[in-house]
């Protein structure tokens, strides 16, 4: 696997560890539990800035454009299928932020929003990650060159910069700080 994919997929993992907090969030809620406000309040910080503008910036606006490039038009569907999940997850957590407040002072209608979102959220994020790395990865594979790829790492070395390089660090940390109010 070359580096700008292993970037990538240790990215994924981080997810994939907040996707299994989030579910154990989940099925407590399901159960009629409340987990604490914080929790939310923390995966949501972790869902906006290392999903969506770490993570999801270097896929939308870096890897997928020279595919898309290198394709010449031919998977442009597809990645609009990819973007549109990515906006859809986008609007899924802004619909949790929303019912947060209400879930705050035990307001059924707006736990079961929070709960219906979470869930929606959770399918949306691990069906996209398993096209990501079951389709499109093995694309960047097999159509970017030696040069391409390592351009590519710079780019995400670059966009990375912008978001100070203590990041991926600071996600982890709260992933952690997430399962532990569980």
């Known amino acids: 696997m070359t580096q700008p994919l292993k970037m990538l997929i240790e990215e994924h993992d981080v997810i994939r560890k907040a996707l299994e907090i989030l579910t154990l969030a989940k099925e ?22 290392f ?9 939308e606006y870096v890897m997928f454009e020279r595919l898309a490039e290198k394709k010449g038009g031919s998977i442009d569907a ?21 019912s947060l407040k ?7 209608v ?8 979470l869930a929606a959220y959770l399918s949306l994020l691990r069906h996209h990650i398993h096209k990501e790395e079951h389709k499109f990865y093995p694309m960047v594979e097999e159509l970017l060159s030696d040069a391409e790829k390592q351009d590519l790492v710079e780019a995400f070395k670059k966009e990375e910069k912008k978001f100070g390089a203590s990041q991926a ?14």
């Open 51 to 59: 999903v969506f503008r770490f993570h999801h910036f270097k896929e």
């Open 78 to 98: 597809q990645i609009e299928s990819l973007r549109y999940q990515h906006e859809r997850g986008r609007d899924l957590i802004a619909e949790m932020s929303k």
């Open 28 to 49: 407590k809620l399901e159960a009629g539990e409340r987990p604490p406000p914080e929790f939310f309040e923390r995966a949501l910080t972790f869902l906006r800035t």
């Open 110 to 117: 707006q736990t079961s929003t929070l709960l219906e979102n």
């Open 102 to 108: 209400g879930y705050q002072k035990g307001k059924e």
């Open 169 to 182: 660090k600071e996600s982890r940390s709260l992933v952690k700080a997430m399962g532990a109010l569980l």
